[in-house]
């Protein structure tokens, strides 16, 4: 029995042994590619810099409509807000935070020369130093952010890429679309589309990074539905200025008509029929301006709801593209904890197997030869 003792606590340790080990196995780690933090900092500072422009735009902007009396100078200045908030956003709204950072980074510098040596020079008049004044601080403030996220020893390349660029592709005026710099990019660090951008992060990075695009583009919504409305307004010849105009004519006219009826009675009916025609003009004016506010609230809310397509659609597809590469990670490690289990199983059975033959030959060897031991010395003492 005391010979028993060990083999069993030798297969107590095997067996705990082969648990700990299969444990081991089943601790399955699902596979992600997570952004590091300096990028995921990158993305969020290159978010928060479109409110930033957008706001530091829109006040130049204002400043030079409030200064100036030329309508053609208003017009540029609401042009200029309309193009350069939407150019911004497209270059700083993409799924690579580098991408993102460079292009929007190349459209700073490029509206900086744009209004300063090159076809915008002229748009805003005499005021045209405000204008370039608040794009050269977008500039310094962009380019401070690509020292702070861009690697150290990348930084010097993307100075030298967004300065060629911008001076090799310039903006023509405010309402041609602007094109993406991030081919060129890729050209420029010699690297291929399917390897320029290596993960989308993690899936709650991309949620994160989804919801953070929609609340910007849910915050700049009002603002264009505004601009637009009244861009469409001017270039009609139909503003708030001359509404008000027309209104406190119209009021005149009818003081007009009450003095008539005093003093001529019988021109009354006459007076009548010219407010009611006046009155008619008016009212198809504000009809006019009614239906393109309503159709301006309509297109933006189309344009949202396309932003919001795509994002959800590219969220969609990474969801897919996580799923996918979880599934075919989790089937490698099934085909890996089978193989090591088998593996483990043999070398259990290899060591069971010659424990029993061990085992055997000390409950069968040692007492038949302790017997025939016993029966030499019988044998020789007899």
Same mark, same amino acid.
């Given at each position: 029995?005391?010979?028993?003792?060990?083999?069993?606590?030798?297969?107590?340790?095997?067996?705990?042994?082969?648990?700990?080990?299969?444990?081991?196995?089943?601790?399955?780690?699902?596979?992600?590619?997570?952004?590091?933090?300096?990028?995921?900092?990158?993305?969020?500072?290159?978010?928060?810099?479109?409110?930033?422009?957008?706001?530091?735009?829109?006040?130049? /902007?204002?400043?030079?409509?409030?200064?100036?009396?030329?309508?053609?100078?208003?017009?540029?200045?609401?042009?200029?807000?309309?193009?350069?908030?939407?150019?911004?956003?497209?270059?700083?709204?993409?799924?690579?935070?580098?991408?993102?950072?460079?292009?929007?980074?190349?459209?700073?510098?490029?509206?900086?020369?744009?209004?300063?040596?090159?076809?915008?020079? =002229?748009?805003?008049?005499?005021?045209?130093?405000?204008?370039?004044?608040?794009?050269?601080?977008?500039?310094?403030?962009?380019?401070?952010?690509?020292?702070?996220?861009?690697?150290?020893?990348?930084?010097?390349?993307?100075?030298?890429?967004?300065?060629?660029?911008?001076?090799?592709?310039?903006?023509?005026?405010?309402?041609?679309?602007?094109?993406?710099?991030?081919?060129?990019?890729?050209?420029?660090?010699?690297?291929?589309?399917?390897?320029?951008?290596?993960?989308?992060?993690?899936?709650?990075?991309?949620?994160?990074?989804?919801?953070?695009?929609?609340?910007?583009?849910?915050?700049?919504?009002?603002?264009?539905?505004?601009?637009?409305?009244?861009?469409?307004?001017?270039?009609?010849?139909?503003?708030?200025?001359?509404?008000?105009?027309?209104?406190?004519?119209?009021?005149?006219?009818?003081?007009?008509?009450?003095?008539?009826?005093?003093?001529?009675?019988?021109?009354?009916?006459?007076?009548?029929?010219?407010?009611?025609?006046?009155?008619?003009?008016?009212?198809?004016?504000?009809?006019?301006?009614?239906?393109?506010?309503?159709?301006?609230?309509?297109?933006?809310?189309?344009?949202?709801?396309?932003?919001? /397509?795509?994002?959800?659609?590219?969220?969609?597809?990474?969801?897919?593209?996580?799923?996918?590469?979880?599934?075919?990670?989790?089937?490698?490690?099934?085909?890996?904890?089978?193989?090591?289990?088998?593996?483990?199983?043999?070398?259990?059975?290899?060591?069971?197997?010659?424990?029993?033959?061990?085992?055997?030959?000390?409950?069968?060897?040692?007492?038949?030869?302790?017997?025939?031991?016993?029966?030499?010395?019988?044998?020789?003492? =007899?």
């Amino acid at each position: 029995m005391r010979t028993a003792i060990p083999g069993l606590h030798t297969a107590a340790v095997l067996l705990a042994t082969l648990s700990l080990a299969g444990c081991q196995l089943l601790t399955i780690k699902l596979p992600d590619d997570p952004l590091s933090e300096l990028e995921i900092n990158a993305r969020l500072a290159t978010h928060r810099f479109v409110g930033h422009f957008s706001k530091t735009v829109s006040e130049a /902007a204002d400043e030079i409509t409030a200064t100036s009396k030329a309508p053609s100078i208003a017009l540029n200045a609401l042009r200029w807000k309309i193009a350069a908030t939407a150019a911004v956003s497209t270059a700083a709204f993409q799924t690579s935070p580098r991408d993102a950072l460079v292009d929007t980074w190349v459209y700073c510098v490029q509206m900086e020369n744009f209004l300063g040596r090159g076809a915008g020079a =002229s748009l805003f008049g005499p005021l045209q130093s405000r204008a370039t004044t608040a794009s050269a601080a977008l500039v310094a403030d962009i380019a401070e952010l690509g020292a702070i996220f861009a690697p150290a020893d990348e930084l010097p390349r993307y100075q030298e890429f967004v300065r060629s660029y911008a001076d090799e592709v310039q903006l023509r005026d405010l309402a041609t679309p602007r094109e993406s710099a991030v081919p060129a990019l890729y050209a420029f660090l010699g690297i291929g589309v399917d390897e320029a951008v290596t993960t989308v992060g993690t899936l709650s990075q991309v949620v994160s990074d989804f919801g953070s695009r929609v609340s910007l583009l849910g915050e700049q919504l009002p603002s264009h539905t505004a601009w637009r409305t009244g861009l469409f307004l001017r270039e009609s010849g139909i503003d708030g200025r001359s509404l008000q105009a027309e209104l406190a004519g119209f009021n005149a006219r009818i003081e007009r008509v009450a003095v008539i009826a005093e003093q001529a009675p019988d021109l009354v009916d006459a007076a009548l029929l010219r407010v009611n025609e006046e009155l008619a003009v008016l009212i198809e004016a504000i009809d006019a301006q009614r239906e393109v506010v309503m159709k301006g609230l309509q297109g933006e809310r189309l344009g949202l709801m396309e932003a919001i /397509a795509g994002e959800r659609a590219a969220l969609v597809e990474a969801v897919a593209v996580e799923r996918a590469a979880t599934l075919e990670e989790l089937e490698r490690y099934s085909d890996e904890v089978v193989a090591d289990a088998w593996s483990q199983i043999r070398s259990l059975m290899s060591i069971a197997i010659f424990g029993l033959i061990a085992l055997t030959i000390v409950l069968f060897g040692v007492p038949f030869g302790l017997g025939m031991l016993v029966g030499r010395v019988t044998k020789r003492t =007899s």
